[in-house]
Structure formats: structure tokens, C-alpha cells
């Protein structure tokens, strides 16, 4: 500003607008400004030596006020001492002097003016006055002697001042009351009234001062020093009750229990969350049971509690969702429509616990999906593997620091609906330890009779799960303790076929792979040869997880090629593989091997599907012992000693000559000898390669059997049927020597796998005999 503009014209006073602070005439007080308006407007009145305005704006929180968003009474102020800024804030000593009104805003300056017209008092100097006066400086005096460290010059400046009108401004600036109470007080030009307002004031800051101090002098022998801060928190507490001021957490938790009552609790558990609402009332919150339990009020009221609405549920609608997400798996999706059709009929009934088990990568997870997708119901996934707390189902007692509900609840949270789908996945992994068995809390949760009332241990109130649809999932079915099996029904995925593979491959996991890599549909075309070379001889699977694998290896390739501009268009056949992924990783071992002498070929059920196994048998001159090996079980070695007695009391019949027994060892060696197997179901496989090798008779390349036999020559059932015959498939075998009472397992096989291969009944080891041997020994070249 230059000194031409130094001046204002008369009447008109630059402004400073103060957030909460109000200056009161013949009042001596330091005020701080850090807003660019109000520094020119304190700077503008140090270089004219000029007073300035100082008033209260209607808004705390306005940035930028205008003369709108201001009181209309102010008071001009003189400043008597300026300090030099400190991270951006003036600060200065100014003396009030007069009150004024404000009229219009004036001019563009760099901070706000308006003119103004003085406000002048009339001198009272009636005896109503003078005695209002006397009452006035004594209460202030008393009041300040309760006060600490209030300075001596104030007091003394308080019995100096003379007049009520000065007086009571003096008093009205070092009083704590709301600023609004003391613009008030600025605004009322009659003294009397203003002194009369100001007593009453000061009458009731001094009866919340004295309540103050009788509590701290009753109380102060008493308590420990823990104790003495508690008893300062209930002293502010007190003393904002009688200010009238509003506690801060006093919305909160009005927030809480409005929603207490829209929850839609039932009365036990209502009358619950209330009583646990009272106690957090009393508490101050600063301590730390209040915040835990503020936060268990807060799960309490996010909890699912209202009864759902139930969905009319169209079966027509459901059958077309499984069959959009999931190709083949008919049995299964036949179970899961007569699910859901009994679920229509009797939408308040208690539904079985389904539980799918079967592979990897079959389509478990996916199916629960499309359950939820059906009933029109939120799904939420609670992954069990690797859990071994019981408390990770029950929940944690509130007790204990960190405490959260089980993820029962938890999972119900997430979903907001009290009917939601919730799977339960790898149901099979949960292992006891310490601190206790988590499949024992599955007990009640998965029990329809008892789950209408679980108790979690944070809750510490029962809920209903019995709305909540539970599907486990587990791949293998015999690592899930006895009792929680028999409270789930069983559905098998067992795997997928080559034909259901390539189905599969064609409709979701080719598009899939090609969207995630940032192809179009004809940016890269993979032809059926390709996923039909893939599928054979690059993964050996029951799902098809390495097959999206390895479908997306080809799609990146195409990705290369159409990013680089060498290719817009890649085409990739079964001639290409070999280039893109590298040779291939299996071969059909059966399907190229010939015809051998103690060799056979058997069947094995794993948890990752069926697989084949050769049994190979070796004889050497020696003393009629049998030496096992490939990491055998205790199940599979009492198998081989069945077969080779078997094969000793059936030597006429296969035509083996007599005493070669005890002058031969004989070497019985399932490959892969890295991994364990056990399991009676290869009695049938290891019982032909013996019989092959002793009565020189060759086994057909093309057939694999299973089955348990027993001393007297039968063959009993076995499980896992359709895995095997799979294997069979996947290995190129076109023949399969089943036990009778296995046919009927072959219901489960897809059509076009029973189409390709042959079976044969066994009853006895002669019919295997008659089957897979040929009829005349091999001849020596």
C-alpha cells in the first residue's frame, strides 16, 4: 500500500474478522491473525497509527468472510504492541476502545472495510447502577480467587475500574463462556441489562467452579494418582453437563442406539445390546473397555438380524444359470436343481448341508456360486485350510485384547443377509492343536437342529444360522472327521472326461484366458486339435486348472505376436505346440508299449483323479522269496503276498511246472517310486503280472484292471471307478477288467468314454486270466 492510500475515508475502519474471539471495550488482550486479509488490515493500521475493527464472524469455519457473514457490532481496537510473524501467524496486543455498527461494505482493498457509526453508551448513574456495580466486582473477584494462576494486575485492575458500564466489558472479556453468549453482551448498549445478564453468568460459572473444587477436596486423600486423572475426566465431564455444553460422543452413540433399534434384534438380544449401551454411558471414553466395547455394539447392530425376504425362486431360471457356468457334471447339477426345488416348495424348511468333494479344479467353488445365483442370495466364501483355532469358528471371548466374532459371522457380516450362500471351502484341511478343534465348532454350526441357536464366544448371545445355506467343500472326503461327515451329504465331482475337457476348454477357459491377455475373438483362434494335443499329452489332470494354464501360454505367445505388428491374426494348430509350449510333457505309456511278460498294467485312485500304475514282476534264481518295492503301504504289501499265494495254489491250472516256486526270488516293483501307494484295489493287476511272468504268458498292452481278490480267487469291489476308467482313457487303453459288483459304477462314466472302451466283468482271477493273458506262452526267438 502506498502512502496515498494509507488513509481511509472518514468513517471507514479496515476490519479483522476473529473465528471465535469477541473484543470488549477498555479490555487489553493479544489476538493472533493469519489470514492475508487480516494481515493487511493489521499491517494497514500500524503504518497510519489508526485503530482498527475487530469482529466476530457468524460462521467459525468460513475461510474467506464477507461483510454478510459478519456480526454487525464490533469493537475498533488500538494496537498497542505488533510481534513479528511466527510460521505464518501475527501476533498483537490491542486495546479496546470503542463499540461501533457496521453500515456498507467499502472499496476493493486488500482486506475487508466498511463504514461504521459509533456506538455511544449513556452514563448510568442511578443507584440501580451503582449497586449492580458493587454486586458485579465482587462475584468477578470471587470467582478469580478460585481460579489458579489468574495474574494480580487483572484484580486489580477490576477494583480500580469505576462505572458498571466499563466495568462489566472488563469482566465480560476474561470470562469462559460461550462466544456467543459474549457477542451478545457486546450487542446490548443499555447497562443495566447488561450487568444483569453478565451476574447471571457469573453465577453459574462460579456454583460449576465450587462444584469443582468440593469434589476435588473430597476425593484428593483418597485415590492414587491412576485414580486422580480418572476423577479429571469426571470433573470435565461435570462441568460440560453444567455448561450445557454437548459431549462429543454423545451423537455417537445416540447413532447407536438408533440403530439397536432398527437392527431388528429379538427381545433377548435387544434387551442385550441396550443394557451393554447404558454401561458404555457411564463410561468415560478415554478408558479402553470403552472402545472395546463400542465396537462390539458396532457388530452387534451390522449383523444380519431381520428375518429375509424370501425370493420366489424359478427352477426354469436356475437350471439355465448351471448350465451357463458348468459343462457336464449332470448327476451333480441333477442333485443341485432337486436341491433347490425342495427349497421352493418349503423355503422355511431345513435344508441339507451339501458338501462337494472331489479334485482340484473341478468346479467346487464355482458351483456354489451359481447356487447363490440361483436362490438370488449373496455369496460368501470362508476359507478353512490351514485353520487350527477353534476360535477362528467360535469366536474369541471379549476378554481378550483384539477380540473379533468367528468367521461365521464374520462371513455373514460381509454378505448383510442372514440367508446368504456361505461355503465353507477345503473343509478337509482344518487340524486340531492347542487350542483346540476346529471341526468340533463345525459340529453345531453344519447340525440343522442345533444351528438355529450357535453361540459365538464374542458375541456371547445365540444367533440363528438355520437360514444360512452351507456348502463345504473338500477333495478328500476321508481327512473330514466322522461326525462332521455324517451332518453333510456327499456330492462327488470326480473329474472331467477328455470330451468334457475340450467342452470346457471351448466355452469358458479359451475366452477367458483370451479377454485376460487383451485379445479379441479374432485376434487368435486355437483350433480343437490344439486343446485336444493339449489336453492328452500336456496335462495329466482331473480339473482343468493347468489347462487354462496352458492355454494361456498360447495366448500370450499371441499377444507377443499381435503387440510386435508380426502377426495381426495367429492361428495355432497342433503342428504349432511343439514351438509354442515345448515339447510335450506325457506320452501314452500304455498305448505304446507292447505286449510283455510279467508286466501289467492297473488302475489308482488319488486325490488329484485316477492315474495308471505298472506292475512289473521279475523272477531270478534263489529261494522262493518275494521282495517288494516303490514306497508300498502296509494295504498294498499284503495284496502282493495274496497274489503270489494265489498264483502258487493255481499253478496247475496256469500251467506252471512244479518246484519252480522255491528255486526262484521273485521282485514284484511298482514305478514311480517316489511316491507312497497303498490301497487293495491293484490285487487284481499285481496277481496277473505274476501270473504272466511265471507261466510265460504275454499281457495285452491295451487292457488295465483293478479290483481286491482274496486267497479263495475272487474279486471283490473296489472304489473310484470313474476316476479309473478316466485314467484308462487319458492313457490310450481301450480295455478295462472291472469286478461285477463295480458295473453299476459305470453310470457315473460319460456316455462317450463308455462308447470308446470295453469292459469286462471279472468275478474270479480266472476270468482276468482268460481276459488279459494271452492264450499261449511266448515263444524265444
Known amino acids: ?87 505464518g501467524q501475527h501476533h498483537a496486543v490491542c486495546r479496546g476502545i470503542q463499540r461501533f455498527r457496521l453500515i456498507e461494505p467499502v472499496g476493493e482493498y486488500p482486506f475487508l472495510a466498511a463504514k461504521i457509526v459509533p456506538i455511544e453508551l449513556d452514563a448510568d448513574t442511578s443507584p440501580q447502577s451503582e449497586a449492580l456495580e458493587i454486586q458485579l466486582r465482587d462475584r468477578a473477584i470471587e470467582l478469580l480467587s478460585l481460579l489458579p494462576s489468574v495474574p494480580s494486575e487483572l484484580v486489580q485492575a477490576l477494583q480500580t475500574t469505576r462505572g458498571p458500564s466499563a466495568l462489566s466489558d472488563i469482566v465480560a472479556g476474561v470470562i469462559d463462556v460461550d462466544v456467543n453468549e459474549k457477542q451478545e453482551l457486546l450487542e446490548m448498549v ?49 462441568i460440560r453437563h453444567e455448561l450445557g455444553e454437548d459431549d462429543a460422543n454423545a451423537e455417537e452413540l445416540r447413532r447407536v442406539e438408533d440403530a439397536i433399534a432398527k437392527a431388528g434384534m429379538p427381545a433377548d438380544a435387544e434387551a442385550h445390546a441396550r443394557k451393554e449401551l447404558q454401561r458404555l454411558r457411564a463410561m468415560s471414553d478415554a478408558t479402553g473397555e470403552y472402545a472395546m466395547l463400542r465396537t462390539y455394539l458396532e457388530w452387534m447392530v451390522e449383523l444380519p438380524w431381520k428375518s429375509p425376504v424370501v425370493v420366489p425362486l424359478d427352477l426354469a431360471a436356475a437350471r439355465a444359470t448351471l448350465e451357463a457356468d458348468h459343462f457336464g457334471l449332470e448327476s451333480v447339477k441333477k442333485r443341485v436343481l432337486e436341491f433347490l426345488a425342495v427349497r421352493k416348495l418349503n423355503p422355511e424348511g ?56 468367528g468367521n461365521i459371522l464374520q462371513g455373514l457380516r460381509r454378505a448383510g443377509a442372514r440367508d446368504a450362500v456361505m461355503m465353507l471351502d477345503e473343509v478337509d484341511k482344518l487340524s486340531a492343536s492347542a487350542q483346540g478343534d476346529p471341526s468340533a465348532a463345525l459340529l453345531e454350526v453344519l447340525d440343522p437342529e442345533q444351528n438355529n441357536s450357535f453361540r459365538d464366544n464374542y458375541l456371547g448371545i445365540p444367533f440363528d444360522l438355520s437360514r444360512v445355506v452351507f456348502i463345504a467343500t473338500a477333495n478328500v472326503i476321508d481327512n473330514v472327521p466322522a461326525p462332521v461327515r455324517d451332518r453333510m451329504e456327499l456330492i462327488e465331482l470326480p473329474g472331467y472326461s477328455q470330451e468334457e475337457k475340450l467342452g470346457i476348454a471351448r466355452r469358458y477357459l479359451v475366452p477367458r484366458q483370451r479377454a485376460a491377455n487383451g485379445l479379441k475373438e479374432d485376434q487368435c483362434m486355437l483350433t480343437d486339435a490344439a486343446l485336444a494335443d493339449i489336453i492328452a499329452n500336456r496335462t495329466r489332470e482331473a480339473g482343468v486348472r493347468q489347462l487354462e494354464r496352458e492355454i494361456g501360454r498360447v495366448m500370450r505367445h499371441a499377444a507377443m505376436q499381435v503387440a510386435e505388428g508380426t502377426a495381426p491374426i495367429v492361428r495355432v494348430d497342433a503342428t ?41 514282476a521279475a523272477r531270478m534264481p534263489g529261494t522262493g522269496k518275494l521282495h517288494l518295492t516303490g514306497q508300498l503301504g502296509d494295504v498294498m504289501k499284503e495284496s502282493a503276498q495274496a497274489a503270489f499265494t494265489l498264483v502258487k495254489t493255481r499253478a496247475a491250472a496256469l500251467r506252471i511246472a512244479a518246484g519252480v516256486f522255491d528255486a526262484s526270488d521273485v521282485h514284484l516293483h511298482i514305478p ?110
Open 190 to 238: 443499555a447497562t443495566v441489562p447488561r450487568v444483569e445478564k453478565l451476574l447471571k453468568l457469573l453465577s453459574h460459572r462460579l456454583e460449576v467452579v465450587r462444584l469443582s473444587h468440593e469434589i476435588g477436596e473430597r476425593t484428593k486423600e483418597q485415590i492414587s494418582d491412576t485414580q486422580r486423572k480418572f476423577l479429571l475426566r469426571q470433573q470435565m465431564e461435570t
Open 1 to 87: 500500500m502506498t502512502g496515498s492510500e494509507s488513509r481511509l475515508p472518514s468513517g471507514v475502519v479496515a476490519l479483522i474478522p476473529m473465528r471465535n474471539f469477541v473484543l470488549f471495550p477498555h479490555a487489553l488482550t493479544a489476538i493472533s491473525v493469519g489470514r492475508d486479509s487480516s494481515i493487511a488490515a493489521l499491517r494497514h493500521a500500524l503504518e497510519g497509527e489508526i485503530p482498527v475493527g475487530v469482529v466476530l464472524q457468524k460462521d467459525p469455519l468460513e475461510e474467506t468472510p464477507s461483510f454478510d457473514s459478519l456480526h454487525a457490532v464490533g469493537t475498533l481496537a488500538r494496537i498497542v504492541h505488533h510481534v513479528e510473524p511466527e510460521q
Open 350 to 405: 431345513r435344508a441339507p448341508i451339501l458338501c462337494f468333494a472331489g479334485p482340484p479344479g473341478v468346479g467346487k467353488t464355482s458351483l456354489g456360486q451359481s447356487i447363490a445365483r440361483a436362490l438370488q442370495r449373496p455369496f460368501v466364501r470362508v476359507a478353512l485350510g490351514g485353520v487350527h483355532d477353534e476360535a477362528e469358528i467360535r469366536g474369541h471371548r471379549r476378554t481378550y485384547i483384539g477380540a473379533l466374532p
Open 576 to 616: 504349432e505346440l511343439d514351438a509354442v509350449l515345448g515339447p510335450a510333457r506325457f506320452e501314452r505309456e500304455a498305448a505304446l508299449r507292447i505286449s510283455l511278460t510279467g508286466v501289467a498294467t492297473g488302475l489308482a485312485w488319488t486325490p488329484v483323479g485316477g492315474d495308471i500304475l505298472f506292475i512289473e
Open 672 to 781: 514311480a517310486g517316489a511316491v507312497p501307494k497303498d490301497g487293495p484295489s491293484a490285487g487284481v493287476a499285481m496277481f496277473i503280472a505274476l501270473a504272466s511272468l511265471f507261466s510265460e504268458r504275454k499281457v495285452r498292452h491295451d487292457v488295465a484292471m483293478t479290483g481286491e481278490i482274496s486267497l479263495r480267487g475272487l474279486v471283490l469291489p473296489v472304489g473310484g471307478i470313474k476316476e479309473k476308467v478316466l485314467a484308462a482313457q487319458r492313457a490310450g487303453l481301450s480295455a478295462v477288467l472291472l469286478p461285477s459288483r463295480n458295473l453299476r459304477d459305470l453310470t457315473d462314466v460319460p456316455e462317450s468314454v463308455r462308447a470308446s472302451m470295453r469292459f469286462v466283468a471279472i468275478d474270479t482271477v480266472d476270468d482276468a486270466v482268460a481276459a488279459a493273458l494271452d492264450p499261449e506262452p511266448r515263444t524265444e526267438p
